[in-house]
């Protein structure tokens, strides 16, 4: 079955960067588009960035743009997420599902980010 383990959230300061991994199986991992959502406190989960299938295109929220970079692996089957210039607002939890229609109901169980001093 679809299983996505998500790792590598933390703490970090206002500024600085971290990378998240999502780790799948179960499926064709290289035919799907893939995305990372994120929920913080007392807000419904939003869509953060997706990268198509073969790596092309990417489009992020606007929210994100020019400091966050989606990536993927066919041969290892992950998707990352390499956050820069993090602020106090991008602190949430961090999921990765399929995109678009393909967006499964079940959700992993996330990666804490958490951003401050």
């Known amino acids: 079955q679809v299983q996505l383990v998500e790792s590598g959230g933390g703490l970090v300061q206002p500024g600085g960067s971290l990378r998240l991994s999502c780790a799948a199986s179960?499926?064709?991992?290289?035919?799907?588009?893939m995305a990372w959502f994120r929920q913080a406190p007392g807000n419904e989960r939003e869509w953060v960035a997706s990268?198509?299938?073969?790596?092309?295109?990417?489009t992020y929220a606007e929210s994100v743009k020019g400091r966050f970079t989606i990536s993927r692996d066919d041969v290892k089957k992950t998707v990352s997420l390499q956050m820069n210039s993090l602020k106090s607002e991008d602190t949430a939890v961090y999921y990765c599902n399929l995109a678009g229609r393909y967006k499964r109901d079940q959700w992993g169980q996330g990666t804490q980010v958490t951003v401050s001093s």
């Open positions: 179960g499926f064709h991992f290289s035919l799907y588009p």
């Open positions: 990268i198509n299938s073969g790596g092309r295109p990417t």
